[in-house]
């Protein structure tokens, strides 16, 4: 990939006008949670054509424990815009909340990349485990 500004950073890049439509979804059954999101924008480019940008995303969290302090659970996300590029992205996920602000989760990722040209990731992507511990205040 090579290195620029927009390196790592895949948005619509439109100017001054820009239409929205976001829809979410939350539902909390004893300890299973299901989150979805669809959203779709439309808008005019610098070079002045006029795009569009959607994604959805879709995730199961499942908490067990006397204070759900374990958890597990999956996640897909896919985003597309109307020069037949898109992003989507697999995570499955079992963590452990120590405390009410430290948690720490083992995450397995598949990212791919499709369409992009080179110079903006068509070789990007990301397949492999992430370890991650985090403190919030």
Same mark, same amino acid.
């Given at each position: 990939?090579?290195? !620029? ?8 890049? &439109?100017?001054?006008? /820009?239409?929205? #439509?976001?829809?979410? #979804?939350? %539902? ?20 002045? %054509?006029?795009?569009? &940008?959607?994604?959805?995303? /879709? ?17 897909? !996300?896919? /985003?597309? !815009? ?11 996920? %079992?963590?452990? &909340? ?5 948690? #720490?989760? #083992? $995450? ?6 499709? $369409? &992009? ?5 068509? $070789? /990007? ?6 370890? $991650? %511990?985090?403190?919030?205040?």
């Amino acid at each position: 990939i090579t290195k !620029n500004h927009l390196s790592g950073n895949w948005g619509p890049g &439109f100017t001054d006008k /820009a239409n929205s #439509l976001m829809l979410n #979804l939350f %539902a909390d059954y004893k300890g299973l949670e299901l989150f979805g999101t669809y959203e779709k924008f439309s808008g005019i480019l610098l070079s002045g %054509a006029e795009s569009e &940008f959607s994604q959805y995303a /879709a995730e199961l969290i499942y908490r067990l424990g006397s204070r759900e302090q374990f958890f597990g659970g999956a996640r897909y !996300n896919n /985003a597309w !815009n109307g020069s037949e590029q898109s992003v989507s992205r697999f995570q499955a996920v %079992a963590g452990w &909340f120590m405390t009410e602000s430290i948690v #720490l989760k #083992l $995450e397995y990722v598949n990212q791919d990349y499709t $369409e &992009f040209i080179s110079n903006y990731g068509s $070789e /990007a992507g990301f397949k492999g485990i992430m370890f $991650e %511990a985090a403190i919030s205040f």
